[in-house]
């Protein structure tokens, strides 16, 4: 009787599918490895004037303002128009799309943050 390579008694299989498993867990991670990047709204403005982060980044928006704020993105590859946020609220934007974008509150019309996704 032949038998396989994957058919002795040791457990070649189950050894192979863990190993599978464990590289297919392990780029997983590292390909949508996600960072976290916060800005804050005091004083009516942006903490930054400009941003710079990877593709599939969010953008925390902390409202340390004792004011309302509200973000605004209108850009052909990417569209976000918050609610008002009160402050102690954070409002998170998530950037999927390579570009450039303006950020900016409508409360506010001179605040403005250049987003800059590689």
């Known amino acids: 009787m032949t038998r396989g390579i994957l ?5 070649w299989r189950e050894l192979l599918v863990a190993a599978v498993a464990f590289a297919a867990a392990l780029t997983g991670s590292l390909a949508f490895a996600k960072s976290f990047h916060d ?5 009516r403005a ?3 004037k400009e ?3 990877e593709r599939g980044d969010t ?20 569209k976000f128009d918050s609610a008002e946020s009160d402050p102690g609220n954070v409002i998170p934007v998530e950037f999927a799309a390579a570009g450039l974008y303006d950020v900016k509150c409508h409360i506010h019309p001179k605040m ?7």
């Open 46 to 48: 942006f903490n930054l």
């Open 59 to 78: 953008v925390r928006f902390n409202n340390d303002d004792e004011f309302i704020h509200q973000i605004f993105i209108d850009s052909r590859a990417f």
């Open 112 to 118: 403005l943050l250049i987003v800059t996704v590689k």
């Open 7 to 11: 058919s002795f008694s040791f457990p």
């Open 39 to 43: 800005v804050s709204q005091k004083g």
């Open 51 to 53: 941003l710079t982060i």
